[in-house]
């Protein structure tokens, strides 16, 4: 937020850090609570695939738990119907909509060389009674929970027409007492790795539009200064250490260079910056604190984040003549924009009666719609689908991550067991 500069500025202990990369944080795995569903759903029944009971991981149940998490569909218990159908021949519409589903989902594991298996799914419609979609593929098992998701996207599109978000990663900041970790997980919150530790806050982490490198900001030299790591191999280097404060990476779409906040040359500025660390360039400039860059899907303009107006508000920077307009005017404090993926709209946060809240605004009219009702609501980051938004928040006086659907009616809470969760960050949809 508008805050974090002066913050930095403040927080100048002494730090360690040691990477640590692909190591399991079972403290700080989230578990997903759904406190609050959508309007109309899709009854869908998804009956347990022949033969993977020999697995460790249940198939169906990842399935239904995406399915169920996104708040769009109801789960029709398949308990009782026998012989239970493990391809689409099998099944029996009539007794699936005496049940109350209007999709089924049936499939099966069998067993391949080399220790791998084939996972075949079948996707019907229980109404007009016909095939929607049908898959088959062939991995090993340690690779069961990414078909899950898998097949929980191919599902959640076919049904709702929107690109399902279940194969994704998210990345967020946990603290445990002094000890600060950033970490990648799920989409639902499993298989957490810790990416980077430190005695000293990490902070912003975003993902390069690949998916494979993550920017964030470390205190561990007594100042805030910017890196990039690889995901795959550890290795990370310096974008961003220049005299003063470094921080607010955000990614360009093409992935050749970032945003970052400066204050190199006496004011917090925003800059271009080539993703080796090469070619920094101020891209305005102001008397005011300007920061938290995000740029637009199609990389013309940045939403950012300024009081140039006396207040903190957002505003728009047309890359291609300069040109600055004002996004937000209601209220005194708005911050922290997030473009939807389509373009059409942005999340931020605003404060309204002492209360931090994620709100939504259209470019097009201009409405406003207020999401969350906590009393510090932030770090909105946006799904690659524009469904949900991840925020933090906080319950019994400690961080949490929460979500909210893009309208305001599905809404989750993100929790860990023992530690303080901040700063969340959305990966890109798999390539």
């Given at each position: 937020m508008i805050r974090l500069p002066r913050f930095y500025t403040a927080l100048v202990w002494a730090a360690t850090l040691?990477?640590?990369?692909?190591?399991?944080?079972?403290?700080?795995?989230?578990?997903?609570?759904?406190?609050?569903?959508?309007?109309?759903?899709?009854?869908?029944?998804?009956?347990?695939?022949?033969?993977?009971?020999?697995?460790?991981?249940?198939?169906?149940?990842?399935?239904?738990?995406?399915?169920?998490?996104?708040g769009l569909f109801k789960l029709i218990d398949p308990a009782g119907v026998n012989p239970r159908p493990a391809r689409?021949?099998?099944?029996?519409?009539?007794?699936?909509?005496?049940?109350?589903?209007?999709?089924?989902?049936?499939?099966?594991?069998?067993?391949?060389?080399?220790?791998?298996?084939?996972?075949?799914?079948?996707?019907?419609?229980?109404?007009?009674?016909?095939?929607?979609?049908g898959f088959s593929y062939v991995v090993a098992p340690s690779q069961f929970r990414a078909t899950a998701h898998k097949i929980a996207d191919i599902i959640y599109e076919k049904?709702?027409?929107?690109?399902?978000?279940?194969?994704?990663?998210?990345?967020?900041?946990?603290?445990?007492?002094?000890?600060?970790?950033?970490?990648?997980?799920?989409?639902?919150?499993?298989?957490?790795?810790?990416?980077?530790?430190?005695?000293?806050?990490?902070?912003?982490?975003?993902?390069?539009?690949?998916?494979?490198?993550?920017?964030?900001?470390?205190?561990?030299?007594k100042k805030p200064i910017v890196y990039m790591q690889s995901l795959a191999t550890g290795q990370r280097?310096?974008?961003?250490?220049?005299?003063?404060?470094?921080?607010?990476?955000?990614?360009?779409?093409?992935?050749?260079?970032?945003?970052?906040?400066?204050?190199?040359?006496?004011?917090?500025?925003?800059?271009?910056?080539n993703a080796d660390g090469s070619g920094v360039q101020r891209l305005?400039?102001?008397?005011?604190?300007?920061?938290?860059?995000?740029?637009?899907?199609?990389?013309?303009?940045?939403?950012?984040?300024?009081?140039?107006?006396?207040?903190?508000?957002?505003?728009?920077?047309?890359?291609?003549?300069?040109?600055?307009?004002?996004?937000?005017?209601?209220?005194?404090?708005?911050?922290?924009p997030r473009h939807l993926p389509d373009g059409k709209g942005f999340v931020f946060v605003r404060r309204d009666g002492g209360r931090f809240n994620v709100a939504i605004e259209d470019f097009a009219t201009r409405q406003v719609q207020v999401l969350t009702q906590g009393t510090i609501d932030e770090s909105p980051a946006v799904a690659p689908n524009g469904k949900l938004i991840l925020y933090a928040s906080e319950s019994g006086g400690r961080g949490i991550l929460a979500a909210v659907s893009s309208d305001g009616r599905v809404k989750q809470r993100l929790t860990a067991a023992a530690s303080d969760v901040r700063e969340p960050a959305w990966g890109p949809l798999p390539k």
């Open positions: 040691a990477l640590a990369l692909a190591s399991t944080a079972p403290h700080a795995q989230l578990t997903i609570e759904i406190i609050g569903g959508g309007g109309t759903t899709v009854p869908i029944a998804i009956v347990p695939f022949a033969g993977e009971a020999n697995y460790p991981y249940p198939l169906t149940g990842i399935v239904g738990a995406d399915l169920a998490r996104s689409a021949d099998d099944v029996r519409f009539g007794e699936w909509t005496a049940r109350g589903a209007d999709a089924v989902v049936v499939g099966n594991v069998t067993p391949q060389s080399e220790g791998r298996v084939e996972v075949r799914f079948f996707l019907l419609d229980a109404v007009k009674q016909t095939q929607l979609a049904l709702t027409g929107d690109v399902g978000v279940f194969s994704t990663r998210i990345a967020y900041i946990a603290r445990q007492g002094t000890r600060y970790e950033l970490l990648v997980a799920e989409a639902d919150g499993y298989n957490a790795q810790i990416i980077v530790t430190s005695n000293e806050p990490l902070l912003s982490p975003a993902w390069s539009p690949e998916g494979t490198r993550i920017a964030y900001v470390s205190l561990e030299n280097q310096v974008l961003a250490n220049f005299r003063g404060s470094n921080s607010a990476p955000a990614w360009a779409p093409d992935g050749s260079r970032l945003a970052v906040t400066l204050s190199r040359d006496g004011g917090s500025q925003i800059y271009s910056i305005m400039s102001s008397a005011a604190i300007d920061t938290e860059a995000n740029f637009a899907p199609d990389g013309k303009s940045i939403l950012f984040t300024s009081d140039r107006g006396g207040s903190p508000q957002i505003y728009r920077l047309t890359l291609g003549n300069g040109a600055v307009e004002r996004m937000t005017f209601d209220g005194s404090y708005n911050v922290s």
